[in-house]
């Protein structure tokens, strides 16, 4: 993490979004505006919401062995059985 400032603004680098304990702090976290987020920063953030199709489950991060790549899938996703809410991510 490394942190630089300027005249009107900061800047808080945080490499592959490796949160650190000083970005939980209210003043830090309340007022930053992220630029540039990874699709894993925007997968982390849905992590744990809702799903959207059946309403009961939650999304969750998941690892296809095959084609090596995550994917969001519903906590009811069981291969194809159950909920069959998924969303790609390429890391």
Do not use: D
């Not at 996703?77 to 159950?82: E, L």
């Amino acid at each position: 993490m490394a942190l630089t400032r300027g005249r009107k603004q900061c800047y808080l680098c945080i490499p592959n979004f490796n949160e650190s304990v000083f970005c939980q702090e209210p003043e830090i976290k309340n007022n930053v505006t992220i630029i540039g987020k990874t699709e894993e920063a925007r997968m982390v953030e849905q992590e744990g919401i809702t799903c959207p199709w059946c309403k009961k489950g939650t999304l969750q991060r998941r690892y296809n062995k095959k084609t090596k790549e995550f994917f969001l899938a519903c906590s009811e996703y069981n291969q194809g059985k159950g909920c069959r809410y998924v969303t790609s991510y390429k890391k």
